[in-house]
């Protein structure tokens, strides 16, 4: 997780709270939180990067739908980066 933008941890986030999303209920997700619009050519080749690290899987729901849910090591790694948070932020 160290090697990760906060862009890409907030994806690897969205997508564990979400039941297998698609592109589009990610992007919504995060300009929610951002307060603005992710374009897609920031989105989908950061998608492609957690995917290439293998910590989430892609797969196709029809022609023009992807989905995507983490993998068993993307759930690792965010249980490890919780812990390691968990060390300084006590809430």
């Known amino acids: 997780m160290y090697d990760l933008t906060g862009f890409q941890r907030d994806l690897l986030y969205v997508i ?10 990610i992007k919504e997700e995060l ?11 920031r989105l989908y080749p ?13 797969g196709q729901r029809d022609r023009r739908t ?3 849910s ?7 790694e965010i249980e490890a980066r919780r ?3 968990g060390q300084y932020v006590d809430l």
């Not at 300009?31 to 050519?41: C, L, N, Q, R, S």
């Not at 983490?70 to 690792?76: A, P, V």
């Open 16 to 25: 564990a709270g979400e039941e297998e999303p698609h592109g589009l209920a």
């Open 46 to 58: 950061n998608l492609d990067t957690l995917v290439d690290k293998g910590l989430v899987e892609k």
């Open 70 to 76: 983490l993998t068993r090591r993307g759930r690792r």
């Open 31 to 41: 300009e929610d939180y951002y307060e603005k619009e992710i374009h897609h050519g």
């Open 83 to 85: 812990d390691w948070e």
């Open 66 to 68: 992807n989905y995507y």
